[in-house]
């Protein structure tokens, strides 16, 4: 495994170095956390997505690519996404290792100037940003918002959050609205920018295969010179459970309905939930694939996701209109199951192999590390892969069974036919 370690280096910023001698590039990711609001979320996304297309000196995206195509291929990313009732805008840059240049360049050095205009440099004047890369980011989020309806199955999904997590920060979506998204300004961009370098959580990972002290440096210098906020996010809130079952049915164009059932738990140990979760819905070989789908018949897919962060399971599955009702009172019947206790040491067995499984996908690539040490850091508890396989594999039959016990049905979403 790699040599992680962490420190602030500046109000409400922290600086981690993941070190693995086996990769041969190094990745810069900078990230800002904020309160995921509803009216804020498309501004902030805009302002990022300007961020990693253009700056002072590369002006559009076509500039900035093919100056990072020069400079052996580097590439910027641009991420956005949620995390519980937070946002997570990401802007990072992957180049090769100074020791592959033929020519002895500082490919690594060059590659984080630009980063680093990215972010405290960008092309604006007079408070707003650049015509071509506000205008090109906005269409971008724009078509994203739009796509997120041709992906049924992700759209049902997307709406059980909605109505689970009603009045929530986690209810809204990463990305904004399409009315909100269409409305925002140049100058209202640029504002969320401004806002996001002074009260923002930042977390910077930089992964090589050696320590490279300048990214820290500069790092620490860029962000010691703004006027920040002291910081401090805390990621876990559990959302309590209504007191009757929200049931939401919206008509599509679709031919396959979708069905989700949102749960809630007050259950704190995620490890428990996490193995309960597997057992339940998580993999091919779970009660809800083996019974639901296999044996009865009754949807194309079922699937349960943890979201450890709210404290709430997500069932969903793909289902003819006429299984609706078959289909959930047999989820609810295969979880009355569970909080019986009745499923095998085999089940738990198979269910920690396939946590092992996707555990041992860690350390393949310079994002599989940041993700991890950032969930570490969201949950306030550095494990490695091994050390987390440990916990799950301290498991109770008890404590999944109470796990269990803990879900209280929510919320339940119905895609159907026009």
């Not at 076509?62 to 641009?78: C, F, H, M, Q, R």
């Not at 806002?195 to 959580?201: F, P």
């Not at 979760?277 to 296999?294: D, H, Y």
Request: a negative charge; charged letters at 25%.
């Amino acid at each position: 495994m790699a040599n992680y370690s962490r420190k602030v280096i500046a109000d409400g910023v922290g600086y981690s170095t993941i070190i693995d001698p086996k990769f041969k590039t190094n990745k810069v990711q900078v990230m800002f956390i904020t309160d995921l609001l509803k009216e804020a979320a498309a501004e902030n996304a805009i302002a990022v997505g300007v961020m990693g297309s253009s700056n002072c000196k590369y002006k559009n995206i076509s500039e900035i690519t093919a100056k990072l195509n020069a400079l052996y291929g580097a590439t910027i990313n641009v991420h956005v996404s949620k995390q519980g009732d937070y946002q997570k805008l990401s802007i990072g840059v992957t180049s090769i290792h100074n020791r592959f240049a033929l020519e002895g360049e500082d490919i690594s050095g060059e590659v984080l100037e630009i980063l680093l205009d990215c972010i405290f440099n960008p092309n604006a004047q007079n408070g707003e940003f650049g015509n071509e890369p506000f205008d090109f980011r906005k269409k971008d989020l724009l078509d994203t918002i739009d796509a997120e309806i041709n992906n049924k199955r992700g759209y049902a999904v997307l709406q059980a959050h909605r109505k689970a997590f009603l009045n929530e920060n986690s209810g809204n979506s990463p990305y904004g609205d399409k009315e909100t998204a269409g409305a925002v300004t140049s100058a209202q961009a640029y504002s969320a920018y401004k806002k996001l370098l002074s009260d923002a959580q930042v977390e910077i990972y930089f992964v090589g295969s050696e320590e490279d002290p300048s990214v820290e440096e500069k790092m620490k210098q860029a962000f010691s010179s703004l006027e920040r906020k002291s910081v401090s996010n805390e990621f876990v809130a559990l959302s309590p459970a209504k007191n009757d079952v929200c049931r939401y049915e919206e008509k599509l164009d679709v031919k396959q309905c979708k069905m989700v059932m949102a749960f809630k738990s007050d259950n704190e140990d995620r490890y428990a939930m996490k193995l309960m979760n597997t057992i339940l819905g998580g993999t091919p070989f779970s009660k809800l694939f083996l019974n639901v789908r296999e044996k009865l018949s009754l949807c194309y897919y079922c699937a349960a996701a943890y979201t450890p962060l709210k404290g709430a399971v997500f069932i969903d599955c793909g289902i003819e209109e006429d299984n609706i009702e078959k289909t959930e009172t047999e989820i609810l019947n295969q979880l009355e199951e569970m909080k019986k206790g009745n499923f095998s040491q085999e089940d738990i067995d198979n269910s920690l192999l396939s946590i092992a499984n996707s555990l041992k996908g860690v350390g393949d690539t310079p994002s599989s590390y940041i993700n991890w040490y950032y969930g570490c850091f969201i949950h306030d508890e550095v494990l490695t892969p091994a050390q987390s396989l440990e916990r799950y594999s301290s498991v109770t039959r008890e404590q999944i069974i109470d796990a269990a016990n803990s879900l209280k049905l929510d919320t339940v979403y119905v895609m159907k036919g026009e």
